[in-house]
Each structure stands twice: as structure tokens, then as C-alpha cells.
């Protein structure tokens, strides 16, 4: 589950777009509420990755590709899914 204040939080990488601050800049964007960042999203898809196929060793980890599909609202629970098919996960 991400935490109510990710984006805040999120803020520091220095993405200070209002979309994921402001309630009236999300409105304009047509989201009820701002929305969390996709660096976080994406984050939480590689340490799913990480934990689940490298056993946590950060050198079995060569890369990461991905698609945003749906926008994210902090507070909201990501579930991850992923398989190995070959030498890949997907």
C-alpha cells in the first residue's frame, strides 16, 4: 500500500509538477485528487522484481522497461504481478 503522503514525499526527486500536489491543479487534469508519481509506481514494480527474482542482490538486476497504463492515487495498494519466461521476467 503507498502511504497517503507519497507524492509529497516524491516531490524531493525533484518532479515538482503540481498534478501530484495540488487538488485543483488534479481537477484541471480531470483526477478527483492528485495523483502519484509514475517514478513511484514504477519503483515499487522493480523492488517487487528485485525481491521476488534477485533475492534482493541489486548486480542480478540488469534492467527495466514498462508502460503506464492507469494513474495512481497515493493511498492506493499497487499488486504486482510478474513470471519468468526464459531469462526475462515480464
Known sequence: KTAANQALTYRLNGDTNPLH??????????FDK??????????VAGR????AFCGNDVSKFK????????HVFPGETL?????????KVL
Open 48 to 51: 517487487c522484481v528485485l525481491k
Open 63 to 70: 534492467g527495466i522497461k514498462g508502460r503506464f497504463a492507469k
Open 79 to 87: 499488486v504486482t504481478e510478474m513470471w519468468r519466461e526464459g531469462n
Open 21 to 30: 500536489a495540488d487538488p485543483n491543479m488534479a481537477a484541471m487534469g480531470g
Open 34 to 43: 492528485p495523483i502519484l508519481h509514475g517514478l513511484c509506481s514504477f519503483g
